[in-house]
Antibody, heavy 116, light 111 residues
Framework: EVQLVESGGGLVQPGRSLRLSCTAS????????MSWFRQAPGKGLEWVSF??????????EYAASVKGRFTISRDDSKSIAYLQMNSLKTEDTGVYYC???????WGQGTLVTVSS | DVVMTQSPLSLPVTLGQPASISCRSS???????????LNWFQQRPGQSPRRLIY???KRDSGVPDRFSGSGSGTEFTLKISRVEAEDVGIYYC????????FGQGTRLEIK
């Protein structure tokens, strides 16, 4: 059974940083892309970033709203995907979900609150 | 950027009746490999999203066959043949041809 567990969320001041982790199990992690999505309180879903599998170069893509501030990475030996979030803004507040591939299975999410 | 537009945004349905949600993209979602990367997700209250349909019409494992997807190019539809109480939630279309973009969501409720 595929399982994705996000961690690392919390309350952070604007301008500070946070690193989210997504620990995966139940599938061969290195064979899939990994994605991050988010959902602001009471709002819809928004794609944040994805990282392709090593066989496709392990390249990364970002939504315009986070490009230059967020960095996605992966450690295939540990089956973990990361999202490093720098220069956080209040509008980055929301539940962050990691997902296998481009959304075929999602974790339970971790809440990030950016507030002074 | 590809814009995804769903309608209606609110959908009251009587139990046992059919329901239909439309999703329109601002440009064709046919990729260079010939596939159309249009997905449908369900988000029940208080839960994470769950993918129901991928590549327009392919049902994910465990998804009841009362859910079906159809469409091509820029026009897509999710249909529920007979709505059940567990279908309450928000439904999103998402295109995966040009990065990833979601529709605004359609809230399905029981009348």
């Amino acid at each position: 059974e595929v399982q994705l567990v996000e961690s690392g969320g919390g309350l952070v001041q604007p301008g500070r940083s946070l690193r989210l982790s997504c620990t995966a199990s139940g599938f061969t992690f290195g064979d899939y892309a990994m994605s991050w999505f988010r959902q602001a309180p009471g709002k819809g879903l928004e794609w944040v970033s994805f990282i392709r599998r090593k066989a496709y170069g392990g390249t990364t893509e970002y939504a315009a709203s986070v490009k230059g501030r967020f960095t996605i990475s992966r450690d295939d030996s540990k089956s973990i995907a990361y999202l490093q979030m720098n220069s956080l803004k209040t509008e980055d507040t929301g539940v962050y979900y990691c997902a296998k591939d481009y959304g075929d299975c999602w974790g339970q999410g971790t809440l990030v609150t950016v507030s002074s | 950027d590809v814009v995804m537009t769903q309608s209606p945004l609110s959908l009251p349905v009587t139990l046992g009746q059919p329901a239909s949600i439309s999703c329109r993209s601002s440009q064709s979602l046919v990729y260079s490999d010939g596939n159309t990367y249009l997905n449908w997700f369900q988000q029940r209250p208080g839960q994470s999203p769950r993918r129901l349909i991928y590549k327009v019409s392919k049902r994910d494992s465990g998804v009841p066959d009362r859910f079906s997807g159809s469409g091509s190019g820029t026009e897509f539809t999710l249909k529920i043949s007979r709505v059940e109480a567990e279908d309450v939630g928000i439904y999103y279309c998402m295109q995966g041809t040009y990065w990833l973009t979601f529709g605004q969501g359609t809230r399905l409720e029981i009348k």
